[in-house]
């Protein structure tokens, strides 16, 4: 049991939103172990744009590794 929640806490976090017509913004959040182990302030892993949501998933996978997971934000909002 200890393994599988050492996992999830190094796994990486990812959300895709769409930005309006053929803009889909994708970024990627570090775990909080890799937060405490940074010696450098880390905001965010990467981000980007891409033209579908799914080469905007595909591209953040690429970033975050195949086992992240995914953050719906649905209640975010920027103002």
Do not use: N
Not at 12 to 28: C, E, I, K, Q
Not at 44 to 59: L, M, P, S
Not at 66 to 74: D, V, W
């Amino acid at each position: 049991m200890g393994s599988a929640k050492s996992a999830r806490e190094s796994r990486r976090f990812f959300a895709v939103t769409s930005l309006g017509r053929s803009r889909w913004y994708w970024v990627v959040w570090p775990p909080l172990a890799e937060l405490q182990a940074s010696e450098e302030v880390l905001l965010h892993i990467g981000d980007g744009c891409e033209k579908t949501k799914a080469e905007a998933v595909e591209r953040a996978l690429e970033v975050a590794g195949s086992h992240a997971e995914f953050l719906a934000l649905q209640l975010c909002r920027s103002e």
